[in-house]
Structures are given as C-alpha cells and as structure tokens.
C-alpha cells in the first residue's frame, strides 16, 4: 500500500511559478515510478508528468513540455513538478500518482492516487 500527499499549490498570477510536492509512504520512493494528473472543472483526468524510480525516464504531455519539469527526491520519498510560466489554463486539480501498470498517459494505469492540490491561474 501507498499512500501520497500533495502540497503547493495555490493562487497565482498568469506567467507566475509553482511548484507541487508529493510525499509518499508505505514503500520507499526509489521503488517506485510516479507521476502527476490534473483535472479541470467538468474535464477528464490528464496526464502531465511521469518519472521513472531512477529518474533517468520522464515523459511529460505536450501541453507541460518546455514549461514543466518532473524530478525526485529518493532520499525525501519526494517527487516535485515544478511549473513555470502559468497560464490560466492550468487551473485545474494536480494529483500525485504512482505504481502504473500500462501506459503512463492513461489515468487507468495508475494504482495509487493523491488527494490532490487546487492550482488557480488568474488572468
């Protein structure tokens, strides 16, 4: 069992940065991949961001390429999505997730979910 536990986000400014924490417990984070969703308002889930154990492997959703970046922290149990640039189209719920059995950019794929954190981006 895992469990995950965002942090980061809020309120801020168009062309603004953030950055998204995830903790997770159970099992160490070296064993495992891990990767972000967002869901806007009356939207489906989205993949933005998934990083492998070693970090070696990311892969990212064209909307975050070249604006967001995935890394980890093995030692912290931590994995970061750092957000540059902020449109008031990311507003959306960010949830950490892990353990994928399958494609990476499919929300079925992945076994554990945060509760996720609001980001608002406003105009």
């Known amino acids: 069992q895992v469990q995950l536990g965002e942090s980061g986000g809020g309120l801020v400014q168009a062309g603004a940065s953030l950055r998204l924490s995830c903790v997770a417990s159970?099992?160490?984070?070296?064993?495992?991949?891990m990767g972000w969703f967002r869901q806007a308002p009356g939207k489906e889930r989205k993949f933005v961001a998934g990083?492998?154990?070693?970090?070696?492997?990311?892969d990212y959703a064209d909307f975050a390429k070249g604006r967001f970046t995935i890394s980890n922290d093995n030692a912290k149990n931590t994995v970061y999505l750092e957000m540059n640039s902020l449109r008031p189209e990311d507003t959306a719920v960010y949830y950490c997730?892990?353990?994928?059995?399958?494609?990476?950019?499919?929300?079925?794929?992945?076994?554990?979910w945060g509760q996720g954190t609001q980001v608002t981006v406003s105009s």
């Open positions: 997730v892990s353990s994928p059995a399958g494609r990476w950019d499919s929300a079925l794929a992945w076994k554990y």
């Open positions: 990083i492998s154990p070693s970090g070696i492997t990311t």
């Open positions: 159970g099992r160490t984070a070296n064993q495992l991949t």
